[in-house]
């Protein structure tokens, strides 16, 4: 397929070296109207200088590029030359380096969660930072891509939503958005595997101390996140597996009187058509279906008021990555899956 | 230590050749006051003849008995010599075998589902057969070991409580009994290993299908027996995950208003001095934890009015063999953790 | 990119339901010069008529076509339709099938082990059946695509090479083919995921039963076809692990007296260029680098006469199903990582 | 059973953090004849004065030992009262302590690899320092329990093997000792779980970075150690796997002509009786087996001259920690498996 100019773009990846990064810079080399000006890490990263596959060996042959120190110098040259840079970097660095960009006039594709949150006043409780920018967090369009497509078309700075939120949100809204649900508080149980943690030492890290555990009880950040997309309470509980990518959602949601299965069938047939969504009744999602690839699976089950709901996603594509490509792909008006299948 | 006859039992085990047989003939093996008389699976099986650590190697020198096939001369025998009969056999089965044993004056110790329930109208549909073993059902003593240890003790005929079960009621039933919970639905997300679905050849247990995925929604077996056990509105959903043993369960329920952190410090107090089981408040249990241990691990955190309280066991152990011994240990007056730590 | 006539090509799927059939639809589907007419299960199997998305729902929306029996109404139907018909069936099923399609003027590219041995003579013992296609047998070519392009581009009949030789091969030839090997006995001690097992239900494949072990003990047939060749002996001793993918090859040859370092780099500088070939002086390929990978990732290590060769593979795609396709890219005159990367 | 003085002792364990330490920690804690006195760490370590369990909470209820930092205050305390001591260090850490213990007349259980090399002159090049006590080096016994029963009876300093050499020398001294191995070099491929590489933060055993994969070809220093045991050439080749504990050996040796399958039988008849040795031609030794078991399980397989050898041990016990109790139940004259079955 060819591209006009309008439809093609050239992008910088910060924060190249982790989990999420490195997948980024892999779907940007093998999209055909993204031209990958450069991979950065932070100014004095050990890393830099590094070949980005000799940290994923599994990219070898495929990804060929050095890791770039973030020098002032190199800034200059991405606000100069860049359309778009992508932020895979840690939270209070997108919240200092997104504003450069949009300054020089570039379209920032943030995958930390450093624009997720509506409001400044949540970033210190959850985030552990003072949220100094909050003109760019009024502006920040949540990337979540089946359900706000024109916003994220139209958007400057596009904050790509985190991980368990994708897999909750997914399976949620369209009963959400149908009017189907109650006030009551929503229950989300999720597991995740271990690249979720980040590629870093830890002893929590360690393959002979992973297990199945709950962790961050009451208190992880994504709840607000949820929260703030669904307008209703939420009880979220992650849990860390000892696979190394997916994320599992079981949702328990209590649905209002009188809703009927033509009711929820008809809520999720608002997915019908969507390339990168496998929604069915009664199917029950599994995470090695979704392992590397970037689809969100999704099967849903009632029995009276109760619904359950349950999806499967890679934390690393649907959940980050390639949830960030298909955010590029609306804003260049490609169709929306375009480089991910 | 030295046993009297009155505390010494000879026993026997019948549906060996499983994964919770053969971890049950273990834990008897080494047990100080039982003498296995020998280990059974039905008259017919191809099993019968082979030596049980053929088919379970992990045990070679350990447990060096052969399967015998259960033929009315050995049932006979075994009325005739055995104080206790242990049951691993399919749930029709157990109920089929029981009272045999029982007219006979033998104690029965099922590990099946055949009387755990209260009502014989659930057993169409959640067992798929007719019980009409209704007296027998009756007087049947719900084995959970820490907290009907007096009719356990007293009981001719015990039901181990199913896996699930155990780690759902051990978590719930100390704020149960204090009266701390509201009426409202408990949910109960919880994920088992594969040896949970049993040592059969099936492609959902082969090892490239097997990945975490929900299963039984609003339908599993274990649902009717966690509710009359609370006596309240339950919502179960299990999942199959691909380690070999343990559940854990996260539950989520809600207290009355006015609950303080005391009075849960003080429910939960009820494990203070048991052996086997280890709770402690904010605890996140993890299966690598109580893998080939007898222990519940269990952990309770509350935000308000809401309770999550966790829980990991071997589903094999706590879920099965090693609660049949703490039942056993119950009858014959030794302490609970009698020949399992 | 565009493709004459001349280079695009129709092609049929046979035994497309298992693990290899299915990768191997998914390759086909995605390649730009390859029309799918159909996927084919022997006529009488349950799963004719099932979506093959229905038995590996990781490949829903993407590989949409139904299984369909191989009637002798489809036969027909495939080769009066078909340029070329792949083999993913049983060894025997493969001898059968593969000459009545021949004798249509077809190309068969079969992924069976039914002509890849050289001798007749070979077949009762290390496959069970008598081999009657000694013509066929003698025309086949072996489809190391990176060995032999000129015959896999001019044969009739490909037998793709079996997983384990793939890996073991691609480590060795370069030495071998240097002339640097001695003629000592070559051990090849190598480890596979359980997909290498096949798509069937058995107590061997349940993931409460795999663990790390060795099996096929100097019987293997995979023994024969990589000492053919090597024309040299080989002692090949294969594990099963409980990882569903992968093979990881460690291969212990003696090299000749005064092999040099630089002789041993000249020999694996055959693989410059290379496209689906990672090759390096002192790497440690792991398993996880080459998962859902068309790749050979090799490394050698030397010390004295003694050379350790190491290599990885996904056991379904450098070990069938890819290298299936890397034979047709062949034979069609494109480049051999055509519709792979 | 009752123990006379005589056959009772006080120990001590130091660097009882580890892996090894715990496993032994609780061995020790269980063992009728050994009274605990305490455990130990650096004197500095952040881990002094947490309880073992907190660390490795699999063992809360079993172990209640707080960490004890080893001031000289804690060492006089030793001397004083300890009849032995268990050093769980690094290999340069017990060459220091070990002499002071010696000294002051205790019995020293290293588990290091400390004192387990013949020469002091190959501590520089496969431990990376200068080993400065020939005397105690040349004074040590090689702790392979079943074949040095009365030198370790009577040693006051005993060297427990390293995991990987039990694992070959368990297999191959039967055949070596009845002269049936050739001069050729022996080859030992084998794969151990990740326990075997520390409990240290590390991105080498993160979770996700794990995969099958070699590692120290040629250079590990397990190689001189299973050499001089064997006087003969080894190449090993150690392995790295993503499952916790585990060690599998695949063992190619090349016998000498003529031996027949008797002479092999009765080479591997030195086990008969052995109660920690689980040995059987034919025998395919797997993993899951031996986890948690103090159990050597051996396989022999033979075709003309050419043996395999497969053996199968826990690292942690019978490649550590139950192999030290071995040695101690040796020195007091209990049967060899005393405390562990």
Redesign the interface.
Known sequence: MQYTAAQSQSVAIIGASG?VGVELTRLVQQHPALNLLGCYVSEHSSDAGSLLSDLH??Y???VKLPLQGLSSHEKDFIKGSADTVFLCTDHGVSVELAPEFLAAGLKVIDLSGGFRLNRVEDYPAFYGFEHEQNQWLEQAIYGLAEWYPQEIAAAQLVAVPGCYPTAALMALLPVKQAGLLSDN?I?I?A?S???GAG?????T???????????G??EHRHTPEIAQQLQQDV?F?P?L??????I?A?V?AELNDDVSDTDLDKAYQCYAGQ??V?CERQA??????????P?V?IGW?R?GN?L?A?SAIDNLLKGAASQAIQCVNLQLGLALEEGL?
Chains 1, 2, 3, 4 share one sequence.
């Open positions: 989990y060996p599994q070898a042959h495929l508080k229950i149980n597991v595997g271990v690249t590629r870093k030492a830890s002893l890290n360690h393959g002979a101390e992973l297990s199945l555990q709950a962790y009880l009451f009880l509980t849990h597996a000892q696979f190394p990518r997916g599992l079981t328990y390339p990168l496998r029950r999602p599994a995470i090695k279906n979704v392992v590397q690839q689809f699976d089950h029995q109760q359950i349950l299948l």
